[in-house]
């Protein structure tokens, strides 16, 4: 049986710190789906097919990595896509935290499918979605945060 692993996220900017997580998580699993959530409470900088352009730019060369993008609950997408395993990188120990408890509530909704923490580079813990969007907005050099060829200020 191949081992298909989810990796949620809105991705809002792709940062080096998610990639490289994609980059553990390819190495572990057969398939990774990276997967650009729909998320209800956030209001997104970049569109959705911005995101799923620099995703696939930046992971071409993993050829076990697909982009897909999706609405609802990631448990939902990895029981279609017969995923699982969910892959979700954790920086510090808040961030285990909020993964836990999302872990746990999934784990209850989808017993079959499992939460793999993967544990950020301590290079790239401190690189967070929020704080590049507060950069971008005040137009800040954020190209040493970025995946190679990702210019969030092109047209």
């Not at 209800?40 to 050829?63: E, G, V």
């Amino acid at each position: 049986m191949k081992r298909v692993a989810v990796f949620p996220g809105s991705f809002d900017p792709v940062s080096s710190g998610h990639i490289h997580i994609a980059q553990k998580a390819s190495n572990l699993f057969d398939e990774v789906f990276i997967a650009i959530g729909e998320n209800t409470s956030k209001q997104c900088m970049f569109n959705i097919d911005k995101r799923l352009q620099w995703i696939k730019h930046a992971t071409a060369q993993m050829k076990n990595i697909h982009v897909v993008c999706f609405t609802g609950l990631t448990v939902e997408l990895c029981r279609k896509i017969d995923a699982r395993f969910i892959a979700r990188g954790v920086r510090n120990a808040s961030d285990l935290e909020y993964e836990r408890a999302i872990a746990d509530t999934n784990l209850r909704l989808a017993p079959e499918i499992q939460t793999v923490f993967l544990l950020s580079d301590p290079d790239q813990t401190s690189v967070r979605s929020t704080i590049l969007r507060e950069l971008i907005r005040n137009k800040s050099d954020v190209s040493m945060f970025l995946p190679a060829g990702i210019d969030v200020y092109a047209k």
